[in-house]
């Protein structure tokens, strides 16, 4: 019973917590940026176009790539713990089946993820050579 509600706690509530966090931070600095605005206008200051721009600097292509491959080795080293503690635990004579099962599902699924995201990885940096060799000469040119 134990399990299974820190199971659901990992799997379904915590990613429901990320979300709402990432969301909920958003939303406040939109507010901010809102009551900035309507108390500038009111007071009949000029308003700067620049303040209006999203904050968040868009990732260049190699920043983007570079975050699969990041992902694509932690997520692989996860599930390859996983399935090395499997045999160790095994080894060792554990015999919780259901534990056993539930760590070897959870690592051969991060290991296949893992190696979708390397394959995702290694594609991407072929089909988007041109680009980045662009990308990487315009940002020494202005440099």
Not at 29 to 39: A, G, H, Q, R, S
Not at 79 to 91: D, E, N, P, R, T
Request: glycine letters at 8%; hydrophobic letters at 45%; a positive charge.
């Amino acid at each position: 019973m134990m399990n299974s509600i820190f199971l659901i706690g990992v799997c379904v509530i915590m990613p429901i917590i990320v979300v709402w966090l990432n969301n909920r931070t958003s939303q406040n600095e939109t507010n901010k940026k809102t009551e900035i605005l309507l108390k500038s206008i009111e007071s009949g200051a000029s308003i700067d176009p620049e303040f209006l721009k999203s904050q968040h600097k868009e990732k260049s292509l190699k920043e983007k790539l570079l975050g699969k491959l990041t992902g694509a080795c932690i997520v692989t080293a996860v599930g390859i713990s996983l399935c090395i503690a499997i045999l160790v635990l095994s080894l060792v004579g554990y015999t919780d089946s259901f534990i056993i099962t539930n760590f070897t599902i959870f690592g051969c699924v991060a290991i296949a993820v893992g190696i979708g995201l390397f394959i995702s990885y290694f594609v991407g940096k072929r089909m988007l050579a041109n680009e980045l060799k662009a990308e990487e000469e315009s940002l020494n040119n202005g440099k």
